[in-house]
């Protein structure tokens, strides 16, 4: 939409620089908060993009009484989730030493209010009823994308032996569906493959590279569903909880906080993200980066609402993938290439001084090198948040 086109003179509309400045942010996150949907972008021809002066002022005055209530602090503040000085902490443990020692299995028992004495060295792996099993297969060819399979799997499903949350046994009933979810996007039992990140690794992949994987891919995925596993009362968990609240057994809130995923940020970033990597994969050099910046528009995968300076979650995992997977690794399926595209992209990133990369980008990031089906990233967002 033009400014032109929206009916309204250039006293409803600000620049670039003056949105930024009345903000007090820099430019680049005001991509960002477009790119999240916080704000609407009209362009002005030559002039560059416009923004609405009252999507700017609410903004502001949604930070000023933040700020007002945490102080100078970026706080997200439950019994389950807390970020403090740009560090994310479950249960009062920081993810940074959970993700070194412990899987995604013990991770969700954590959240869902296991003490870490009570977790097992060695968790089982999740299983769902055999009878759930043919109506994930009914449908599995009709739906390209992991996450349609999931909503499509889950919603047959949730009409069948009815119970409340409030009735179920929860932590049982929520290791069904994880295992019941990952089965409907990969076809691939977690029970037969050390868990959900085994199954997600295999069985993500197209099945043509399926036979060699690249190495400690099940170890990154693992990582990467610890780091995406909470992060507040987002409107997805919002979803879910509405739907349990009103006597909804866990299937239909699961589905519920889905159906939201497709309508929030790391969703659609996922796809952007891949879109970019993949300019820099068959071109290299491109420089799209800068192509962004100069035509004033966002760069997908970077900035965070709650990280004041980056996100932590999106810095373990790139690291870990950079520990894992160093300029000489042989990669299959052109994951060496994907690789260098990879750190081509942080740098151009950098070099342009834009806010660092977000989870979304990460997960995304992990996803493209390894070679993974189109929505992968998506899909396994998604599945960490169930």
């Avoid at 416009?50 to 949604?62: G, N």
């Avoid at 389950?80 to 000085?85: D, E, G, P, Y």
């Avoid at 870490?116 to 299983?127: D, I, K, N, Q, S």
Wanted: hydrophobic share 45%; net charge neutral.
């Amino acid at each position: 939409m033009s400014v032109e086109e929206s009916g309204m003179d250039d006293g409803m509309w600000l620049t670039t620089e003056q949105a930024a400045r009345r903000l007090g942010v820099k430019r680049e996150t005001i991509y960002a908060y477009t790119s999240r949907g916080l704000l609407r972008r009209a362009s002005d021809g030559a002039r560059g993009s416009r923004f609405r002066r009252d999507d700017i002022e609410r903004l502001a005055a949604r930070g000023r009484k933040t700020r007002e209530r945490e102080g100078s602090r970026a706080v997200l503040e439950s019994s389950i989730a807390l970020i403090r000085n740009d560090r994310l902490f479950y249960r009062g443990y920081d993810v940074l030493l959970l993700c070194r020692g412990m899987g995604f299995e013990n991770v969700s028992h954590l959240l869902w209010g296991a003490s870490v004495e009570a977790l097992p060295a060695v968790p089982r792996a999740w299983a769902f009823p055999q009878e759930w099993r043919p109506i994930a297969d009914a449908d599995r060819d009709r739906f390209p994308l992991p996450l349609d399979r999931i909503v499509s799997g889950l919603a047959a499903l949730s009409g069948a032996g009815h119970r409340s949350v409030i009735e179920e046994d929860c932590t049982v009933e929520a290791e069904r569906v994880i295992a019941y979810a990952v089965y409907c996007a990969t076809g691939v039992l977690p029970v037969e493959h050390g868990g959900v990140a085994g199954a997600l690794a295999k069985g993500l992949l197209p099945a043509s590279g399926r036979a060699v994987m690249p190495p400690a891919l099940v170890s990154l995925v693992d990582v990467a569903l610890n780091l995406a596993a909470e992060n507040g009362l987002a409107a997805p968990t919002v979803c879910s909880r509405i739907v349990a609240s009103v006597g909804g057994d866990m299937k239909a809130a699961v589905l519920a906080g889905l159906c939201a995923m497709r309508g929030t940020a790391p969703g659609a970033a996922a796809y952007r993200v891949e879109e970019l990597l993949g300019r820099y994969y068959e071109n290299p050099g491109c420089a799209q980066i800068a192509k962004l910046v100069a035509s004033d528009r966002p760069v997908p995968g970077t900035g965070h609402l709650a990280f004041r300076q980056r996100d932590p979650r999106a810095a373990i995992l790139l690291e870990r993938m950079a520990a894992e997977w160093p300029p000489d690794t042989d990669l299959p399926a052109g994951g060496a290439l994907r690789m260098a595209a990879l750190r081509e992209v942080l740098a151009d990133i950098r070099e342009a001084g834009l806010v660092p990369v977000n989870l979304d980008f990460a997960v995304s990031a992990l996803c493209f090198v390894a070679g993974m089906s189109p929505g992968a990233g998506e899909a396994l967002f998604s599945i960490a948040r169930v």
